[in-house]
């Protein structure tokens, strides 16, 4: 007891003393979560300033203040961002469509910017550009857990079976030294969260972790949102191969009831619902890369889904004991949709084969609350 409330107590006076910034920082996260429900949208200053409460000119110098880039240049890098993962994560999906659900105008301009960004044409990325690019942007010591998680064991589904309790479908994969886990869709419902928000490298530094977990139990256990059987969600708003490091967000939730407010830092959002392949594993902190390696290049390209445009996360309930002290027992969980099949036709007149997912992300973080896809 004296513990809980020596951390309310330490929470009370950081507020006292930050609490501009604090609300700042909220209202700007708010803008980022609008921003990133809304890519397909006419997104104008004036808009986005009364999403956060400011008057458009104050908002545009606090946002560029506070995040390092422009108001504009954030929305084209989201928008350019997705349509890239959009290309290479559903190739038989029209180009086109891809770049009108990213908020482009026009095929010319998205084309235009996709090149500028990337030097190549949407076609290329497709074709196979996204993979060349994504082995250039990565760190030599990425590329060297790439290679590592390729030698050390196949990723693969081995069979699918019902379980009896639930009637659903258990895939069974190989995740190299981890061994093999049991993968199943898991329809998750709208869940009203909390949460605090980083941006910047996480991959390998705990203490990102550690910070951002001290900040929201230090929030949300004096109101009653955690205890024994409390969940967390850490969230991944961006693919590290295609977003540079230090514009990476990550975000730590908590569930809280509806009528919660957001509070300063304390931002406040729902995890959407839908359909998620899930796999729980016992993680030690070098073992992330190869749990979503084995979720997005080992899963999914052999179960008939695809990804949709919800974010990946990772799940963490308090007293779940692993079976080796240095581990902790972790859900990954990918949103997914059923695959689309489209007739889509070669200039020769032929079935243009299917591409496999991309190469997963494999970046990995460590300390007590290690994660990262």
Known sequence: MAGRQLRGETYAAGVTAGSERQEYEGRVNAV??????????????????????FSPYHFHRVFSSMTGETLGAFVARLRIEHAASRLAAQ????????????????????????????????????????????????????????????????????????????????????????GTVAVEIEQLPRIEVAYVRTTGRYQGLGAVFARLYSRIVSWAEPRGFVGPGATFYNLYHDDPGLTDDDRLRLTVCVPVPAETLPEGDIGRTAIEPGACAVGRFELGEQDYPAAWHAMAGGWLPDSGYEPDDRLPWERFVVGRDAGRPDAQVVDIGLPVRPRRIAKVRTRAGGRQPSRRWPSPRTTAASGSTTSGP
């Open 32 to 53: 980022m979560d609008y921003v990133e429900a809304h890519l397909g949208e006419e997104l104008s200053v004036e808009q986005l300033a009364g999403v956060a409460h």
């Open 91 to 178: 190739p038989r999906r029209a180009i086109t469509d891809i770049a009108l659900e990213s908020g482009f105008t026009s095929p010319s301009s998205f084309s235009r910017a996709f090149r500028e960004t990337y030097g190549m044409t949407p076609s290329d990325w497709r074709a196979g550009g996204h993979r060349q690019h994504v082995r250039q942007s990565r760190a030599p010591e990425a590329d060297a857990r790439s290679e590592a998680l390729a030698r050390a064991g196949s990723y693969r589904v081995t069979g699918s079976r019902l379980a009896p309790e639930t009637g659903r479908t258990v895939w069974d994969v190989t995740a190299g030294p981890l």
